[in-house]
């Protein structure tokens, strides 16, 4: 298996960009007169308190500009992510950047001066008609008074955003480009080892070929840790800085007063895991004697408990069973889901130097396009595409109900959307199941998902908030001190069951979405709420499926946990995340009388 160069690549498995830009040349244009454009945001400032009227007219011209703005980059990102090592894409993106980061320059102005404003004044303009389109995002602003620095110090932070992006662009650019990972030998010939062949070879049967591709993955790792750990560190004393130059007690605290999560929210997902961890210690135990192993290695977690069932799912096929799961949504959602999986949205097999794994990228113009690595021996990778296409369909939704100021909803939001997507698979799954074994595999995967996304992600989560709190009490990150901190946690949450290897602990170096901090609780927070809200739906009728379906309408009007609650969950409860330890509980008993 050769893993093609991107020009190789059929057409029709690719992503049509044109929704965004039909030409090259088109894009060039449209920077240039961003560029120009942009040149007439100076002429407001100083003058946003003149008048409504003048307010609404910096507002209408700053909205065009980001729209405009948003379409540049997500091009630019997307062009980037199909091919890396392509330098025509890093130009593109490099050009981009520099424009998005004087465009950001040029508008810091606008926090502090809409602050400055006189408190009653404010609320005239508030309550006026012509600002109702931008209310939410006015109101929202104003709630980080406490945080907003002067118009200098603005324009000076602004101008560092480009540069704040280095330790995760050259994180990317080594591990997805630079770093060369080599061949592993398997019964069936060599295959490239990659970020992205590297899931697929833990989940393969032979167990001394996911004992060489593991060994042979972290080897890579263990050369190049130096630069990594460094990396890292440099990225979270970034968001030390940036927390302490606006005022707030922590980078956490920095991280959820966007989405108005209180703390505790964090806390109450960490201590009800740490409660339910010896239920994860269990299922390792029962792993370990499924597999039949005299010590069970962090090589074994991953491989299907049920072997003998082997799956295969061409691009097409998958459309068409997670088309199916999610007949409870409706032909709207369904038909619209369809119609962007097979003509145009998804970009579905990896060529070389292609971002690793999945994502869906929405804007305000263009399609919500998917990004895959798909592979159709790997039963996960159709879950994957059911995943990005709940987010896709979020997109969906939110861009045609919503004005560009509140159109984009949170990460905390987004996850429920997409894991939802994968409820419903795996349901669709397991009823459809042809016999005993394959409802032991697909329980096992529901269950291996839980493990995933609820108890991985909140170890995640966990370590990151360690990291962050050394750094926040003058503790430096280095590779040792990296390297033990995520190893007590491995301990921790594997168990006695687990023998860890040397190299275990250098996977804290690996995870990209570190270099976003306190992003992956929202992956587990994310599920917990979805588990919620798919039973409701497949439990209840009409009313059910519309309170889930306004959810993802409602984009970003509202707070998370709003929207949330609104669609029938409260998250500020721990009770979500208890009931999915209930759920996992119940799957695991599942799994044992299936496999007897």
Known sequence: MKIPERDRVNQKDKWDLSKLFKTEQEWETALKKLDSEMGKIGQFRGTLGSSVERLKDFLDLMTELEIQSERLGNYAFLKTSEDAGNSTNQNKMARYMRSASNLASEVSFFNPELQSIDEKVINEYLSDALLKDYLI???????????????????????QSESNQ?????????????LDFGE??????????????????????????????????????????NTLSSLYSGSVLLDTYKAKARGYSSVRAMRLFPDNVPETVYDNLIDTIHKNLPLLHDYYAFRKKTLNVKSLKHWDVYVPLVQSVETRYTYEKAVETILKALSPLGEDYCSTLKNGLLGGWVDKYENKGKRS???SSGGYIGDPYILMNYKETVLRDLFTLAHEGGHSMHSWYSVRNNPFQHYSYTIFEAEVASTFNEQLTAKYLLENAENR????????????????TIFRQTMFAEFEHKAHKAVEEGIPLTVDSIRDMYRDLLESYFGDEMDLEEVSDLEALRIPHFYRAYYVYKYATGLSASIALSRKVLQGGERERNDYLGFLKSGGSQYPLESLKAAGVDMESPAPIEDAMEVFKDLFKDLKEYMK
């Open 137 to 159: 995002a006015l109101k929202r602003i104003l709630r980080f008074k406490p945080y907003i620095l002067s118009d200098k110090e603005e324009k000076l932070l602004a101008m």
């Open 166 to 178: 280095t330790p995760s662009k050259v994180f990317s650019a080594l591990t997805d480009v630079d």
């Open 184 to 225: 592993v030998e398997t019964p069936d010939g060599k295959v490239p080892l990659s970020q992205s062949t590297f899931g697929m070879l833990l989940v393969h049967k032979d167990r001394g070929v996911r004992e060489r591709a593991y060994r042979q993955f972290y080897s890579v790792f263990e050369n190049h840790k």
């Open 357 to 359: 794994g999945a994502f």
């Open 437 to 452: 074994s394959m409802k032991a595999y697909i329980t096992g995967k529901q269950l291996d998902d839980i493990i995933a």
